[in-house]
């Protein structure tokens, strides 16, 4: 074997499974030695052409932010994959032109509304993030950006960017996380500072699931997207994780050991559908 098929062997071999991108304690595990610490390195940037596993790669980190109990919102312009998710995480799916716009925002408002709440709390020290104050985080799914962001006009566009920006600008520490995907890193739509505050980004296209990770260090490492089985139904485990959460906070409330500020403050009441 030369020394490139040597690389490439090794690093495919850290590849794993979806069924191991489970997280624990604010740890996504996302290659054998390769994960996200969203608290640490907010934001997610997933880049690549058609068909090359974006959507796949966001449906596997929905399913493990599902499984950890944390607030889920999916923003899918084209109303295709991602927003066949309306029936198992009800209101909080949104599509098309007004749906993006209105989930942007709410989620602008539900940050902001934190932010005041998070002072207010009688334990609240300045530097503490969410985590340190009991609250969950909130992970807001976008898909096919630069596509959605084409078919705005100008007083839309500029709507959406100042949302996108405020959320990856005052995200992190009242736990507002961004997991954009789009097709071209396109300067127009991520300039202005944007493009900078995503500090995990994976490029795919090598091959479908493969591609490049570029986080915190800035060092680039090849990349392969958690292994989804053939056949793989992603409604049912999504269900499957969300139903284990609500059972697991059942449990807990029952025994008192969850309190009130856990559950989510702003509410998305009037998603689209
Ligand atoms: N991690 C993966 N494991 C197995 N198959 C994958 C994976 N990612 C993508 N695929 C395959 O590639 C196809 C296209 O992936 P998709 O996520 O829809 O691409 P994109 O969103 O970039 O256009 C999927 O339908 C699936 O068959
Ligand atoms: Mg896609």
Redo the contacts with the bound molecule.
């Keep these: 074997m030369d020394e490139l098929k040597q690389v490439i062997y090794d690093v495919e071999k850290n590849r794993i499974s979806i069924d191991d991108a489970v997280s624990e304690n604010g740890v996504l595990p996302l290659m054998k030695h390769i994960s996200w610490q969203f608290d640490k390195l907010p934001h997610m940037l997933i880049t690549g052409g058609?068909g090359v596993g974006?959507?796949y790669f966001m449906l596997t980190i929905i399913k493990a932010c599902v499984g950890m109990g944390a607030d889920v919102r999916i923003l899918d312009p084209k109303n295709?994959?991602l927003a066949e998710l309306k029936g198992v995480l009800t209101k909080k799916v949104y599509s098309e032109k007004d749906g993006i716009l209105t989930g942007l925002r709410k989620s602008v408002d539900g940050m902001i509304e934190r932010m005041d709440e998070m002072e207010q709390m009688p334990n609240y020290k300045i530097g503490d993030n969410y985590a340190c104050l009991g609250l969950n985080p909130v992970f807001i799914f976008f898909?096919?950006y630069e596509g959605f962001m084409d078919l705005l006009d100008m007083k839309e566009r500029n709507e959406a960017l100042s949302y996108v920006k405020q959320l990856v600008m005052l995200g992190r520490q009242v736990g507002y996380f961004l997991v954009l995907?789009a097709q071209r890193p396109d300067a127009r739509y991520l300039a202005d500072g944007i493009r900078d505050q995503f500090s995990f980004c994976v490029s795919l296209g090598l091959e479908t699931g493969r591609g490049y990770a570029n986080f915190g260090t800035g060092s680039v490492l090849e990349f392969y997207s958690p292994i989804v089985p053939k056949g793989y139904d992603f409604m049912s485990s999504i269900k499957k994780s969300l139903v284990g959460v609500e059972g697991a906070q059942a449990t807990a409330v029952a025994s008192g050991s969850v309190s009130d500020q856990t559950a989510s403050g702003e509410g998305v009441s009037e998603a689209n559908g």
């Design positions: 058609v974006k959507t295709e994959v898909d096919e995907g």
